[in-house]
C-alpha cells in the first residue's frame, strides 16, 4: 500500500479526484439521517439509499425534515 492511501479509507480518497462534470455518489450501508449528513459533509454530490428506502419510501423528506432521523430496525414483523 502506498503512503498515501494509508490511514484512508475509500471516501477519503474520491473527493481528491478530478470528475469534470462527472457528479459523485456514495451507496452502500447508508441506513440514518446522521450517515446522509456525515457523507454530504464531504463533498459529495448525492446519497444513494436502499435498505432505509425501501423500509421508509420516504426517507429523503424524513431526513430533510429530522437531520437524525433513525429508520426501523430489521428484523421487523408488519401485522396484518
Given at each position: 500500500m502506498?503512503k498515501e492511501?494509508?490511514?484512508?479509507n475509500?471516501?477519503?480518497?474520491f473527493?481528491d479526484m478530478v470528475?469534470?462534470?462527472?457528479?459523485?455518489?456514495?451507496?452502500?450501508?447508508?441506513?440514518?439521517g446522521e450517515?446522509v449528513?456525515?457523507i454530504?459533509?464531504k463533498?459529495?454530490d448525492?446519497?444513494t439509499v436502499?435498505?432505509?428506502g425501501?423500509?421508509h419510501?420516504?426517507?429523503?423528506?424524513?431526513?430533510i425534515?429530522?437531520?437524525?432521523?433513525?429508520?426501523i430496525?430489521?428484523p421487523?414483523?408488519?401485522?396484518?
Amino acid at each position: 500500500m502506498k503512503k498515501e492511501h494509508k490511514g484512508k479509507n475509500l471516501l477519503q480518497h474520491f473527493p481528491d479526484m478530478v470528475f469534470g462534470n462527472t457528479m459523485l455518489t456514495v451507496a452502500g450501508n447508508i441506513r440514518s439521517g446522521e450517515s446522509v449528513m456525515k457523507i454530504l459533509e464531504k463533498d459529495v454530490d448525492f446519497v444513494t439509499v436502499g435498505r432505509a428506502g425501501i423500509l421508509h419510501h420516504d426517507f429523503p423528506k424524513r431526513v430533510i425534515a429530522e437531520k437524525g432521523f433513525e429508520p426501523i430496525e430489521l428484523p421487523f414483523l408488519k401485522s396484518i
